[in-house]
């Protein structure tokens, strides 16, 4: 299957920066992650939830450390497993305790950078880990890329199912309760979603910058749209061309993938805010 | 007779059997040890706006809550419509006091409407015949001219038009409103009240008012609860208003 895409993008885009198969597998990779970014960014801006989303990068990184000590399973499974676990409970206590939601998550999140550290750090061993500081997208193999289609397919499902309950929700939640939608269980498979994206988009893009692929694209197009068909649209848009430019740049300059997919897109939102005037009033 | 029960007045067990209503009884909500009201047993006809008025932790906001089901509580919520034939859990419309939401989120009057009403995702599609439902829905509260307005654009007053809207769609057997104590001026406020007024004859409603404004609940409610822990005085808002323990609570502030 990966044969007949590199022979589509030999035929259609026939460019330099295509010409290894890794730039094509990273370039598949591209199309398919930066669309949820943005799809799902949508409702971390709305909601505020820029903190929780940074904090499950803590979670997927303890998550490696874990993997790690447990030996005998695959990173990504340690990974996802416990982002899952991390972001379930971080948002049930969140709904049960009468702690602000900043301080539970602050808790949370050192607890878990702490524990992935120390464990990483055992023995003086932690320089091989710091790949996953920063990531490396042109690392991504053929069998990653079938895992990310599959994720790209339940993601999507996903948004077709739940945003409009979230959307209320996100509004008002006494509301949404009074409509008879339940709350915690939308939030939960939300958080969910954010933390298997994060958790295995982290070895490709880094934890030091996964949370902006979330919060800039959703930032640049909240400020020049007016309702949720246009922010989607928009988000998404910013968010494929921020990763396919970053991609090519970081070719020719020679620098992190991940790194320069954000640059691109924090300038967007520079350049959303001077649009914005003009589109909100 | 005890002085609680004085107002209680027409309605009792046995109306409720001919007429829709719905009865509230015993309801009862602690925090921790703390008391936030008890005892409280009230029938609310269709057709008839009950405003419900009580000093700040009075225990209005918290009942609300508890009959919208958010706050535990004891006793029974039971609706029955008049032939005695449909009883159960009523369908309830709510009014929140306040949306807190992000004002510059881009999200149209027509994207809540459309994600509270249908399961067709509102991130994708805006489907003609949605749109039509939502503008007759509007056109109720005299709000059609909003539809594609984002939330964080409209004043207060219009906020409160377009979910009092919300909250008729599906037609409730029992609507709830929790008034905001400001932020709404005086022609927006007469406007919601007269839409209001104007829905409880039209649909033959059961409305529950929490209000702020004594003055107009004066001129447009049908029946006033006076709560403060539990319920002091329930009757038309000529005897409430009239009645010593009202203008005790609050410090003779209200007209005759």
Known sequence: MLESWYGMVDFFLPFSWLGHSFMKNAFLAVLLVTPLFGLLGTMVVSNRMAFFSDSLGHGAFTGIAIGVLLGGIKPLVAIVTFSIFFAILITVIKNKSRLSTDTIIGVFSSTAIALGLMIMSRGGSFAKFSSYLIGDLLSITPSEIGMLIGVFIGVILLWLTIFNQLLVISIHSSLAASRGMNTVAMEICFAVALAVIVAISIQWVGLLIINSMLVLPAAAARNITVNVRQYHLVSVLVAVFSGVTGLVLSYYWNTATGATIVLVAAILVFLSFAFRSRVTG | ?256
Request: glycine share 8%; hydrophobic share 40%.
């Open chain 2, 1 to 256: 007779m005890t002085p609680n029960h004085r107002h209680n007045g027409p309605c009792c067990e046995s109306d409720c059997h001919r007429l829709c209503c719905t009865k509230i009884e015993k309801f009862a909500a602690t925090f921790g040890n703390k008391n936030i009201f008890q005892d409280v047993n009230l029938h609310i006809h269709c057709g008839e706006l009950t405003a419900l008025i009580g000093t700040n932790g009075s225990g209005k906001s918290t009942l609300l809550k508890a009959i919208l089901g958010e706050v535990d509580h004891s006793g029974t919520l039971e609706y029955l419509d008049e032939k005695g034939a449909r009883s159960g859990n009523p369908l309830i419309g709510y009014v929140p006091q306040y949306l807190n939401f992000d004002l510059s989120t881009p999200t149209s009057v027509f994207d809540l409407f459309m994600a509270c009403l249908t399961r067709i995702p509102s991130w994708l599609f805006a489907p003609r015949h949605v749109r039509n439902r939502v503008m007759q829905s509007l056109e109720k509260v005299k709000a059609g001219h909003l539809i594609d307005r984002r939330l964080g654009a409209l004043s207060g007053g219009e906020l409160q038009r377009i979910m009092l809207a919300l909250a008729l769609e599906p037609i409730p057997d029992l609507l709830l409103l929790d008034e905001p104590v400001s932020g709404i001026d005086k022609n927006g406020l007469e406007l919601f009240y007269t839409i209001v007024s104007d829905l409880r004859k039209n649909y033959d409603l059961s409305i529950i008012l929490v209000s702020h404004d004594l003055d107009l609940v004066a001129r447009y409610a049908d029946r006033v609860v006076l709560l403060d822990k539990t319920i002091i005085c329930n009757g038309t808002p000529e005897e409430v208003f009239a009645d010593q323990r009202t203008r005790k609570i609050f410090g003779m502030l209200v007209g005759p």
